[in-house]
């Protein structure tokens, strides 16, 4: 049984950092790629950043700079290193895995995280 598991969110002042983490279980995240999502309240979930098997990563515009992605194989995890966080980048963040090729829609992922929220507030 394939589970991902987010965890690390929470409530932070603007220009505050967070790490998230990806913990999988019933996969190897070093053949998959991975993908972060966000979903803002009231909005639709969208791919921010993602990293594929061979640790090529990708950032949306918004995050470049800001984030970075990144995977230990030994923990089988995959951290999202947020730095000067904005309070557009409050929503709950979600990973996901697929096979192949690393992939932008939410449709294209095969395993998701039940998601942790990140608040950005003053």
């Known amino acids: 049984q394939v589970q991902l598991v987010e965890s690390g969110g929470g409530v932070v002042q603007p220009g505050g950092s967070l790490r998230l983490s990806c913990a999988a279980s019933?996969?190897?995240?070093?053949?998959?790629?991975t993908g972060w999502f966000r979903q803002p309240p009231g909005k639709e979930r969208e791919q921010i950043s993602c990293?594929?098997?061979?640790?090529?990563?990708y950032y949306t515009d918004s995050v470049k700079g800001r984030f970075t992605i990144s995977r230990d194989n030994a923990k089988n995890t995959v951290y999202l290193q947020m730095n000067n966080l904005r309070p557009e980048d409050t929503g709950v963040y979600y990973c996901?895995?697929?096979?192949?090729?690393?992939?932008?829609?939410?449709?294209?992922?095969?395993?998701w995280g039940q998601g942790t929220q990140v608040t950005i507030s003053s």
């Open positions: 996901a895995a697929r096979r192949g090729n690393p992939r932008t829609r939410p449709n294209e992922y095969d395993y």
């Open positions: 019933g996969v190897r995240l070093d053949y998959y790629a």
């Open positions: 990293i594929s098997s061979s640790d090529n990563p």
